[in-house]
């Protein structure tokens, strides 16, 4: 019997039970993105970093002549390791939502790729997978630009490379589970708006949580940003990481918890 690969039936029919990853062939949806995306990089590139720059000296030029000093450093160095944690969840946040929702529900690129031999596991963790790789190309970024004016330590980059990885795999697995629920675009707007922007606004890219009342902190300190944010700003300024473990553990757990998530929604989503 013939299936018409444009249908849903014909994914179902194909489509074999198991949907986890497996060990490597979700490589080659990344490498599918990253083929798409090159044509266009100095563009995204460009795109990608605006925002985050605008932020940086914007910010750190205008608000630090009023503001000063912050736990002995200026307010532009200490902005500068905030915007990195910042810029590495907008940008696999807007991949893994915008990007990801037009390759499985306008393109309809993820049930050509479910007729090749990949499961389901295999299209999601190469979107994530991704997606985290544009994160940390915007990261890092804006570390050599902050490294290059004198407002970090370029020799930190060994330990801020794997949190900005592991920070944009659990921004890109939890943006994961609200492009498995988005009926439309617009949907994307509730995340943006109820979600990253008062993380955002409130975990340590602009002010030191010291500055929030103690309840208020306590569940700041809980938000991926934050734990983000905690390892990366003393590293580019050659501080002691405080309690390393603890912030890994954190942004792991929402990394693993999102994808597994997201797996699940999208299962019943696609393959019902």
Request: net charge positive.
């Amino acid at each position: 019997m013939a299936y018409d690969p444009t249908t849903k039936s014909a994914a179902r029919q194909t489509y074999p039970q198991p949907f986890l990853p497996g060990p490597w062939l979700w490589v080659a949806v990344w490498r599918r993105n990253f083929l798409v995306w090159k044509k266009l990089a100095i563009a995204s590139m460009f795109g990608n970093l605006a925002d985050p720059m605008i932020y940086l000296f914007g910010l750190g030029f205008g608000l630090g002549m009023m503001v000063g000093e912050i736990d002995g450093i200026s307010y532009i160095a200490f902005l500068a390791a905030g915007t990195v944690g910042s810029s590495v969840m907008m940008s696999a946040s807007f991949e893994s939502m915008y990007s990801a929702f037009s390759r499985m529900h306008v393109q309809r690129t993820w049930e050509a790729l479910l007729h090749a031999p990949l499961t389901l596991g295999d299209v999601v963790l190469g979107e994530v997978a991704w997606a985290a790789s544009k994160a940390t190309l915007s990261g890092l970024a804006i570390l050599v630009v902050a490294s290059a004016l004198g407002y970090a330590r370029i020799d930190s980059l060994p330990v801020v490379l794997p949190v900005i990885v592991l920070a944009g795999i659990a921004f890109a697995s939890l943006a994961m589970v609200v492009t498995a629920l988005a009926p439309s675009y617009d949907f994307f707007m509730f995340y943006q708006t109820l979600v990253m922007t008062p993380m955002l606004l409130l975990s340590g890219v602009f002010f030191p949580l010291s500055q929030l009342p103690p309840a208020a902190r306590h569940v700041t300190e809980l938000l991926p940003l934050a734990h983000a944010v905690e390892l990366v700003r003393p590293a580019m300024l050659g501080r002691p990481l405080v309690s390393p473990l603890w912030h890994l553990a954190a942004l792991a757990a929402y990394a693993i918890a999102g994808l597994l998530i997201a797996l699940a929604l999208l299962r019943r989503r696609i393959l019902r």
